[in-house]
């Protein structure tokens, strides 16, 4: 979700709220000036958790790579 500054510091328990499920952008100028994020969800083992699912192949689609990730789980 994307916010101004100006519209964090009106509603910032609303945004604080949010931040527990998903990331808050911050612009500033039209610019992002910072994330907010939750500090509970690991999000570099959930990236570690993708790497290496889409095998080194030119001819791969959207159902082998469903069925990979699948496969992993």
Not at 11 to 17: A, R
Not at 21 to 28: E, G, R, S, Y
Not at 32 to 37: H, P, Q, W, Y
């Amino acid at each position: 979700m994307i916010v101004t500054a100006t519209e964090l510091q009106t509603n910032l328990s609303k945004y604080l709220e949010l931040a527990a499920i998903q990331d808050i952008f911050i612009t500033k100028n039209g610019k992002n000036i910072a994330r907010l994020t939750s500090p509970s969800i690991d999000k570099l083992s959930i990236l570690n958790s993708l790497v290496g699912i889409i095998p080194l192949q030119e001819t791969i689609d959207e159902d082998a790579i469903r069925e990979e990730r699948l496969a992993r789980q």
